[in-house]
């Protein structure tokens, strides 16, 4: 089975840039996360997907920040536009509804 | 609000040594607790995943049980080896389908 698909695997942009990541979860799952970790820090939750829908985007910064999930597979993280304080990697992670969650490799993003 | 904490924050031991690592969390409302490791610049690998029902899971040299009523779980790590070296992060599954993750413990294990 192939496991939580995300790229670029590095990125790095200058602030005021924008910047997307991909995901593409594990085959079936209807539940996708994105995840920010500072360095330093434990993730932290930016958006839940349940197929396409948002279920919580409480802590999304959404004056910069978006995400979709247009046909309840695959997602788009977007920052438009970045702050040095947005350097971090983005996990993605999916979920086929139990409560578990598999993550991928994350992406690396450096804004300078 | 879950809160989940880690320490210590950072340990240092030498190779061979058994180890403990500490996760505490605020809300004991949880359906399960899971243990994963990240290697610098990587994503989460599962090491262990504790049922709500249940008190401890073992995966070869590791050993994480779990206390709802105190709101604690410890990762024992039995010999650690030098390929130990990563950071460990707990992370506590509650009610509304999401985890939350404490802050990590990075540990490095001495040749």
């Known amino acids: 089975e192939a496991g939580v698909a995300q790229s670029p695997r590095y990125k790095i942009i200058e602030k005021r840039q924008s910047v997307a990541f991909w995901c593409n979860p594990i085959?079936?799952?209807?539940?996708l996360y994105w995840y920010q970790q500072i360095l330093g820090q434990g993730p932290k939750l930016l958006i839940q997907f349940q197929n396409n829908g948002v279920v919580d985007d409480s802590q999304l910064p959404k004056d910069r920040f978006s995400a979709e999930r247009l046909k309840g597979v695959d997602s788009t993280l977007k920052i438009q536009p970045a702050k040095l304080e947005d350097s971090a990697v983005y996990l993605c992670?999916?979920?086929?509804?139990?409560?578990?969650?598999?993550f991928g490799q994350g992406t690396r993003l450096t804004v300078v | 609000k879950q809160e989940v904490t880690q320490i210590p924050a950072a340990l240092s031991v030498p190779e061979g040594e058994n180890l403990v690592l500490n996760c505490s969390f605020t809300d004991s409302a949880i359906y399960n607790l899971q243990w994963f490791r990240q290697d610098p610049g990587k994503g989460l690998t599962s090491l262990l995943l504790i049922q709500s029902s249940q008190r401890e899971q073992t995966s070869g040299r590791l050993n994480a049980s779990l206390d709802k009523s105190s709101g604690r779980s410890t990762l024992y790590i039995a010999a650690s080896q030098p390929g130990d070296s990563a950071t460990y992060l707990c992370?506590?599954?509650?009610?509304?389908?999401?985890?939350?993750f404490g802050t990590g413990t990075r540990l490095k294990v001495l040749a």
């Open positions: 992670a999916s979920s086929p509804g139990t409560r578990e969650a598999f």
């Open positions: 085959s079936g799952h209807a539940t």
């Open positions: 992370a506590v599954w509650g009610g509304t389908y999401k985890y939350i």
